[in-house]
């Protein structure tokens, strides 16, 4: 276990072993959230801009956010979003842009303002928000700010416009006046519908717990790979110097013989 290539094989695994703590201190360093949001924290309504950026993305901690924001709708962006559950029933979201008042880069949100059981009523309520709630009245509203599910293709026999995720970014695609336009990440679901929508069924999020369990395993794992590589070293060696003596009694064997 001396000899010079065995060295040099510990020193390797000395290496490794040292890789595999780190990732596992990596691992452990996030694993507990020493500044946890207090209880409640989502309850409270907070501004948009204090929450969060256009173009970035939603911080967990933030998910599920109350906030306000003032702006005006843009009368041609009322668009239907299929898929959408309300207390266990399918239906479908009329989602709005909502044009963010006051401020000098032009900024929008995308707003789902509430829940219809049917295509038809879902299109036909789009259709009266184009001329009851577009222009430029200002409106406060205040909803939870969700993540960005992500756009996701229709099916191939289905219409290639049908929209099946709330994903502000296929929504900016369909969007008028969007030159030079910054948008949020993350959209909000509207607490109270317009008629003749129905509210959304948006309660809120489940506290988190200050222990991500999950990292723990992982840096459980690393310790282990850290072992196991020391442990390798010493079963390749020790199976070396095991064949040497067995090599050194059949050659003293042929020598007595």
Known sequence: MLRPRWIAMLL?????????????????????????????ATEQVRPLEEVSEPGVYLPDPLVGQRVEVTGRWIAEDFLVVEGRY???????????????????????????????????????????????????????????????????????DVDPFTMNRMSPAALLSRWHDAEGLDVYRSY?????????????????PLERSSVNWLNIFYAIEWAIFAG?????WYRLAKDAWEKELEDLEDESAEARG
């Open 188 to 204: 909000i679901a509207s607490e109270l519908a317009p008629e003749p929508l129905v509210d959304i069924a948006s309660p809120p």
């Open 12 to 40: 390797l695994c000395l290496v490794v072993a040292g890789v595999f703590a780190w990732l596992g201190q990596w691992q452990l360093s996030n694993a507990i959230d020493t500044d946890p949001p207090p209880p409640g």
């Open 86 to 156: 309300n207390d266990g029933v399918e239906g479908y979201w009329v989602t709005g842009q909502l044009r963010i008042a006051d401020l000098v880069q032009p900024t929008s949100v995308a707003v789902a303002l509430g829940w219809a059981p049917s295509l038809d009523a879902a299109t036909r309520a789009a259709g009266e928000f184009a001329t009851t709630l577009g222009g430029d009245v200002p409106v406060t509203l205040t909803g939870r700010l969700i993540a960005d599910e992500g756009p996701f293709p229709p099916d191939d």
């Open 228 to 232: 196991f590589a020391f442990y390798l």
